[in-house]
C-alpha cells in the first residue's frame, strides 16, 4: 500500500514542487532532481519493470540530460529546467518520452504567451510590491519554463506504465 502511494505521489508532488519553486523564486533547488533520481531507483524496483525497460528509461533520462546541457549552453533554459527535464524524463522513459516533450513545448508556449501578454500590461502598484509577482513581470527575465515541465508532467504521467501498472 505504501509503495503504491509513493508511486502515485512521489513524481506528482516533485514536479508541483518544483513548478511552484520555479515561479515564486525563479530557481528549482537541486535537491528536487536529485530527490526524483532517488525516488526512481528506489521504485522502479517494486514497479514490475524488466531490466531491459529499467535501462531504456535510464537512457532516455540521460538522453534528454544531454540535450539538456545542450539547451543550457545555448540559453534557451536554465540549468534547473535541464535537470527537471532529465529527471523527469528518467520516470517517463522511451514509451512516453516524445508525449512529455510535446506537451512540455506547448505549455511552455502559452507560458510564454500569457507572460508576454501581461508584461505588456501595467503592473498595478499592489502587485508590485510582491517581489516575485515583480520578477514574473520583468520583461528582462525569461520564463519559468519548469512550470511548463511541472504542468506536461502532471498530464503525461497518469497514462505512464508507473500509474497504470497500479489500477
Known amino acids: 500500500m505504501i509503495l503504491e502511494l509513493a508511486i502515485m505521489f512521489l513524481f506528482p508532488a ?5 513548478g511552484a519553486m520555479d515561479i515564486f523564486t525563479m530557481t528549482i533547488p537541486n535537491r528536487i532532481a536529485l530527490g526524483l533520481v ?5 521504485l522502479v524496483p517494486f514497479a514490475g519493470f524488466g531490466w531491459e525497460v529499467i535501462a531504456l528509461h535510464v537512457a532516455t533520462g540521460a538522453a534528454m540530460l544531454v540535450l539538456g546541457i545542450g539547451a543550457f549552453a545555448a540559453g ?6 535541464a535537470k527537471l ?13 516524445y508525449q512529455f516533450s510535446l506537451v512540455t513545448a506547448l505549455c511552455g508556449g502559452v507560458l510564454t504567451l500569457v507572460l508576454l501578454g501581461l508584461r505588456m500590461l501595467p503592473l498595478p502598484d499592489m502587485l508590485s510590491k510582491r517581489s516575485w509577482i515583480a520578477r514574473l513581470h520583468d520583461a528582462g527575465r525569461g ?3 519548469c512550470t511548463a515541465l511541472a504542468a506536461a508532467g502532471l498530464i503525461v504521467y497518469p497514462d ?6 497500479l489500477v
Open 14 to 18: 516533485a514536479m508541483v514542487l518544483a
Open 38 to 42: 532517488a525516488g526512481f531507483v528506489a
Open 76 to 81: 534557451w533554459v536554465g540549468g534547473g529546467d
Open 85 to 97: 527535464f532529465a529527471a523527469a524524463s528518467l520516470w517517463m522513459g522511451p514509451e512516453y518520452i
Open 143 to 145: 520564463a519559468p519554463y
Open 160 to 165: 505512464t506504465s508507473w500509474v497504470q501498472g
